[in-house]
């Protein structure tokens, strides 16, 4: 408080909230300084969002990246050829693995077709037919004798609510036994036939249809068993369907050898490719050329560069440092993007293991680093590789296991598989489950005496009826048991399925199955008839030997190398041959290969992006939490300050007062040298 005087009359003046103190401006000033500690706060949480953001934009280039090497890490697209036919009207062909690069003259003199055979008319087609259960065979005719071509038997129950015509044919096709039915009419009184379509083309898939009719009587011409179809029997006695389109063979002649085959669609003429025949060219051959198309590879390593320099660009964008400014980018020294780096250039910048000098380094296929880190492709250079060395190609990108047995097959690698050249020894060969005869078969079946056989294929049994008559040979009735196996819905669900074979009239069951789950055995009422009193089982064995000199795990035909070695994943199928050594496996991984190998772990949950980016958020949880208790000390300083000045405020305001007071006291006192 001061002392003043205007003119002779001395007065007190005091500021504040009575005399003009700015107690809310002074509190926000001083909390302005104290406010420091959570603005830096406030700034390094928006730093550390700012490089989780950028980080993820990282993810998502590498993620591109690696998508962009999965053309490249296929060995198929380094294996695909084109196939051009002169006449594209006679038919058209494509080509897959396994295919060899060639000229072939084709002349279809043939085309197969699908056996039909139609019922006798029917008024409408909602008259009944009969019911029961119809099983379908397919097989062989000559013009005596049907032989099953060991398909499996498919049956159909018709029951009352399907013995029309109509609910007849939608039973068999809902059935899915492996032909189609259909009603035509022909325009007659009874002119609704129902006609039956095999699924399958071919001489050996000509139909034969028996019928276990429920009016008692399974080959005349009432009730269910009109449908009856078999070839061998008289018209009436169990052949009730009149066939109108035979079952036939589509005939070819490839460079001079005749050819027969089942189907217009042939796959196994010419190696690795696929005829379509659409019609015959008797006396005019066209060709079919089969080349490689280059189209694919050259394609893959265009994405590769592309996407690599893409993925470039986005490190650039984050990690500039402008010298003009002095100012950095978001990952501007970032350890873990310098790390990633480091790794990519590593892959990109060294030769591929295990390929010796023979293109085994991208600049040999016309892709090189230029000044600024991007890559370069030099396409006439890239066509030339692939032109000289169309599957070196391959090795230089892909992961390629590649054995020189030619029975012994890479099925499966993984990524822990290191590259190497592999020894590979075979000490015993996968064998199949059998069942030997022990005396020749008898060749007659007689209904409720010997037609039921129980088998147990592969741990699963199933029971079986074989259908009565005397067969006419050994190989029929082998063909009857083998349909009628495979027919079983309890062994075709879970898998199984059989081969049945005769020598000298001894039937042998083999299993299809390799290895030490592969077994077979039989019992029931036609077990002895058709194996002796003593046949011979033989259960599977698994494949056994050694990979790069370790004893390996057998399953099967399947090989796996021992985890734990340098080989772990490799899986070689070995699918014949002899014991012993049988050669090696050398196994390469290509630039695409490595480069995922390289991102596959960076880009895992568990991964250093997402350690890192974990890292961040919980650094970013450590200052909220250290916001909200600076926040709660903020407040109560605020509140202390608001309280301290309040009271001097309030101490100002009586110290006005009191001035004011004395002031008026003051100059109410006598001036000296008056008298009152």
């Known amino acids: 408080m001061a002392i003043s005087s205007t003119s002779s009359t001395p007065t007190l003046s005091s500021p504040g909230i009575g005399s003009g103190l700015d107690v809310a401006g002074l509190v926000a000033k001083l909390m302005a300084v104290e406010q420091q500690p959570m603005t830096d706060l ?14 993820g934009g990282v993810k998502g280039a590498l993620s591109t990246f690696q998508a962009a090497l999965k053309s490249l890490m296929d060995p198929a697209t380094f294996r695909t050829l084109s196939v051009s036919t002169g006449d594209t009207s006679i038919l058209s062909s494509s080509a897959a693995a396994g295919a060899v690069a060639g000229s072939y003259s084709v002349e279809v003199t043939q085309l197969a077709q699908a056996q039909k055979i139609a019922s006798t008319g029917f008024v409408s087609t909602s008259d009944t037919v009969g019911t029961g259960t119809l099983t379908i065979q397919f ?57 039956f379509t095999s699924n399958s083309s071919g001489a050996t898939n000509s139909l034969k249809i028996s019928v276990a009719d429920d009016d008692g009587t399974n080959t005349d011409t009432a009730g269910l068993s009109r449908l009856a179809f078999d070839p061998a029997a008289g018209p009436g006695l169990g052949r009730n369907m009149a066939q109108n389109v035979a079952a036939q063979n589509a005939l070819v002649t490839i460079d001079g050898i005749a050819v027969s085959k089942p189907g217009n669609s042939i796959t196994d003429a010419i190696q690795g490719v696929t005829l379509n025949l659409a019609k015959t060219n008797v006396g005019a051959p066209t060709t079919v050329t089969v080349a490689q198309d280059s189209n694919a590879a050259t394609t893959a390593v265009q994405t590769f560069v592309t996407a690599y320099n893409n993925l470039h660009t986005t490190f650039v964008n984050l990690t500039k440092f402008d010298p003009t400014t002095n100012t950095g980018s978001v990952l501007t020294g970032d350890s873990t993007v310098r790390l990633i780096q ?125 259908a009565a ?142 350690a890192r980016t974990d890292g961040l958020t919980g650094s970013i949880k450590h200052i909220d939490d250290a916001k909200v208790q600076l926040q709660a000390r903020l407040d109560a300083i605020q509140a202390r300050y608001t309280r301290e000045f309040s009271a001097l405020d309030a101490m100002l305001g009586s110290m006005q007062q009191t001035s004011s007071f004395l002031t008026q006291q003051l100059a109410n006192l006598p001036t000296p040298g008056k008298s009152a």
Do not use: C, H, M, W
């Open 42 to 55: 406030q700034t390094k949480e928006t730093a550390y969002q700012s490089t989780i953001s950028a980080l």
């Open 139 to 195: 097989g062989t005719f000559d013009g005596t004798n049907f032989t099953s071509n060991g398909g499996a038997a498919r049956s159909v129950t018709i029951g009352a609510g399907q013995q029309s015509l109509a609910g007849v044919r939608d039973a068999v096709n809902a059935a899915a036994i492996g032909v189609t039915a259909t009603i035509v009419n022909d325009g007659s009184a009874s002119g609704n036939r129902l006609v």
């Open 342 to 466: 480091s790794q990519l250039r590593g892959v990109i910048g060294n030769p591929v293991s295990g390929l010796g000098d023979n293109l085994n380094a991208l600049s040999q296929a016309g892709v090189s680093y230029q000044a600024d880190g991007t890559l370069a492709l030099d396409n006439t250079k890239l066509a030339a590789a692939i032109s000289a060395n169309f599957s070196g190609i391959g090795r230089l990108f892909a992961a390629i296991g590649q054995a020189s047995d030619s029975l012994v097959g890479v099925s499966a690698t993984s990524d822990k598989t290191q590259s190497g050249t592999y020894a590979v020894n075979v000490t015993q060969l996968a064998t199949q489950g059998t069942l030997v005869g022990g005396a020749a078969a008898g060749l007659t079946i007689t209904t409720g005496v010997n037609d039921q056989l129980d088998v147990n294929v592969d741990g699963v049994v199933a029971t079986v009826t074989l």
């Open 469 to 610: 008559g005397t067969y006419a040979s050994s190989d029929a009735l082998a063909a009857e048991v083998q349909s009628k196996i495979n027919g079983a819905s309890a062994l075709s669900s879970a898998g199984s399925s059989v081969s049945v074979r005769q020598s000298a009239g001894v039937l042998t069951i083999q299993s299809s199955r390799y290895g030490s789950a592969s077994t077979v055995g039989a019992s029931g009422s036609a077990s002895a008839g058709l194996f002796g009193a003593v046949p011979s089982a033989a259960a599977g064995v698994d494949v056994a030997g050694t990979i790069g000199g370790v004893a390996a795990l057998g399953a099967g035909q399947t090989l796996a190398a021992t985890a734990g070695t340098a080989a772990e994943g490799l899986q070689l199928q070995v699918t014949g041959g002899v014991t012993g050594t049988r050669g090696s496996v050398t196994y390469t991984q290509g630039y695409a290969s490595q480069l995922n190998r390289v991102l596959t772990p960076i880009l895992d949950s568990n991964g250093i992006l997402a």
